[in-house]
């Protein structure tokens, strides 16, 4: 048989037919594994059966303003947003740093990775100086059902306020923001 094996290894290779036989025995076991491989991955490769249903491959985090009370109202504003530990900063528009606190500001989206659920915190600074800081990590299943509020507390001098000094309304949808 390890004959019949050299000689048609020998045919199909010729290349190979000066080495001994234990290389051409390696050479066909190579081929072998190489193809077995190959038919594995191509037989079992996804069907996309899995795909999540149209308009849900993406998802978006809308931060819709922010509202102030005490100190920070009328002030600029930078906002933190950490959802599943990816922080997106609110306003991120080119030459902006600053968004003044107010009814009308101006809602901004960010694409998010699409899960099961979110965890969800903000942190905001004022423009003078002054920070705003998570009062709990919100766990969210999936998105929002409308819009969602986050309350932040001053911080000052290294110790959280105990009222609320500002609220971030936002949302998580799917599809298109």
């Known amino acids: 048989m390890l004959d019949t094996l050299t000689k048609w290894v020998g045919t199909?290779?010729?290349?190979?037919?000066p080495y001994p036989s234990w290389v051409k025995f390696a050479f066909?076991?190579?081929?072998?594994?190489?193809?077995?491989?190959?038919?594995?991955?191509?037989?079992?490769a996804p069907t996309g059966s899995a795909k999540r249903p149209?308009?849900?491959?993406?998802?978006?985090?809308?931060?819709?303003?922010?509202?102030?009370?005490?100190?920070?109202?009328?002030?600029?504003?930078?906002?933190?947003?950490t959802v599943n530990g990816l922080e997106y900063i609110y306003p991120?528009?080119?030459?902006?740093?600053?968004?003044?606190i107010g009814p009308e500001m101006a809602p901004q989206s960010?694409?998010?990775?699409?899960r099961d659920s979110y965890t969800v915190?903000?942190?905001?600074?004022?423009?003078?100086?002054?920070?705003l800081v998570s009062v709990e990590e919100q766990h969210l299943s999936?998105?929002?059902?409308?819009?969602?509020?986050?309350?932040?507390r001053e911080?000052?001098?290294?110790?959280?306020?105990?009222?609320?000094?500002a609220e971030v309304r936002y949302a998580i949808t799917r599809g298109s923001p």
């Open 54 to 81: 149209q308009g849900e491959e993406t998802a978006w985090l809308t931060i819709k303003g922010v509202t102030a009370f005490g100190r920070g109202n009328g002030q600029g504003v930078r906002v933190t947003a």
């Open 155 to 165: 911080l000052d001098r290294g110790q959280r306020g105990s009222t609320v000094g």
């Open 121 to 131: 915190r903000f942190a905001a600074e004022l423009r003078n100086g002054s920070s």
């Open 28 to 44: 066909v076991l190579f081929v072998f594994s190489g193809a077995t491989w190959f038919v594995g991955l191509v037989v079992a």
């Open 92 to 100: 991120t528009l080119p030459g902006v740093e600053w968004l003044q």
């Open 142 to 152: 999936s998105t929002t059902d409308g819009i969602k509020i986050y309350g932040l």
């Open 110 to 114: 960010y694409q998010i990775p699409v």
């Open 12 to 17: 199909l290779a010729p290349f190979i037919a």
